[in-house]
């Protein structure tokens, strides 16, 4: 098997895994847009983390599934095709799917912190733990995700022939950015960091609920509910941990060594895939760790799917979006279904 043989055939494993991780995040949307599921502050960042995965997975499409696809037959409009459009995607989609990456990575870092707040610092969670809090963490995550990725729209640049070229990525020319930015503040701000903040929050987490595990049976209804939720969550961000875990010791490596080690060794351009694909079946899977998970997340996504078939159900107001005041919006409930 040749190299472009070996794009080909992981493209087409990229595709079912994409398609089916759109129509999961498109789902737990629907879900976590409902009335019940928005009142919690988890429910908003689960919501908001739909919507990045949802855009992450539609801008990983161009760049590692499309461009190695056989669209045409024609062997030199093949050729042509791929070159051109791979250029244009590595200039400027690109950056915008490492901003979405970025987003998706500290998003699920709040997440870890919600759940330690809540866990660990119950009396405090009233305070910290509000949609209000909520939404300033998710836009200020959403800011720094672009400031901290727009150099990027600068690594590659549209040479001659419309072949993509490297421009700041360059190490002969531009080693310092290489080092600098592309290395060391790429290791610490999307690897080191959140992953120490998981993994402590996580392990303080994991003692609360092993120490709660004694008193589970006198627990409220409502106190049992949370810690299904909690546990959930663990699942998630240990499980988004491990499919990020090898892309961090590839980032590491090259760092050790000082230059792309994908250009040294197809083997290595193959762990690189492999590390691309553990992303992207994690972003797709999660709608299935919601489901297994979450029985609220079970219930109101089967009616969901009723109040589809019956529009006219009167079920399907409760699922209805909120309005402004705070009350589901009546004048809707039998025109559109929760989810329209």
Not at 102 to 110: A, G, T
Not at 127 to 156: E, H, Q, W
Not at 170 to 179: E, G, I, R, S, V
Not at 207 to 231: C, M, N, P
């Amino acid at each position: 098997m040749n190299r472009y043989e070996f794009y080909e055939l992981k493209s087409w494993m990229y595709l079912p895994v994409i398609f089916i991780g759109l129509l999961g995040n498109f789902a737990s949307f629907l879900v976590y847009r409902t009335a019940p599921m928005r009142k919690s502050t988890v429910g908003t960042l689960l919501l908001i983390l739909s919507l990045i995965d949802i855009l992450l997975l539609l801008l990983i499409t161009p760049i590692f599934v499309l461009v190695f696809l056989p669209l045409w037959q024609d062997q030199w409009q093949k050729y042509s095709f791929h070159m051109s459009f791979f250029a244009y995607s590595t200039r400027y989609v690109y950056p915008l799917c490492m901003m979405t990456k970025s987003c998706s990575l500290y998003l699920m870092v709040l997440i870890t912190i919600e759940r330690w707040i809540a866990v660990c610092r119950p009396l405090q969670a009233k305070v910290l733990c509000t949609n209000r809090n909520t939404m300033k963490a998710g836009i200020f995550i959403i800011i720094f995700s672009i400031v901290f990725n727009f150099p990027r729209f600068f690594d590659y640049k549209i040479g001659d022939g419309y072949l993509s070229e490297m421009w700041m990525l360059d190490t002969d020319k531009h080693w310092w950015y290489f080092m600098f930015y592309f290395i060391i503040l790429s290791v610490i701000f999307d690897y080191f960091l959140p992953f120490l903040i998981m993994t402590i929050a996580n392990y303080h987490v994991i003692r609360a609920l092993q120490e709660s595990d004694e008193v589970i049976t006198g627990l409220a209804v409502q106190k049992r509910k949370d810690q299904k939720t909690t546990v959930m969550l663990l699942v998630v961000t240990i499980f988004f941990a491990f499919c990020h875990l090898f892309s961090m010791f590839l980032k590491v490596a090259e760092s050790i060594f000082g230059g792309f080690l994908t250009q040294t060794s197809f083997y290595w351009e193959v762990f690189a895939e492999f590390t691309i694909f553990l992303i992207i079946f994690h972003t797709s899977s999660t709608f299935f760790i919601y489901y297994g998970f979450s029985e609220k997340f079970r219930t109101i996504f089967h009616d969901i799917i009723r109040c589809r078939q019956r529009l006219d159900d009167v079920k399907c107001s409760t699922y209805l979006p909120v309005n402004s005041s705070g009350a589901v919006s009546e004048s809707k409930s039998r025109k559109s279904p929760a989810v329209v």
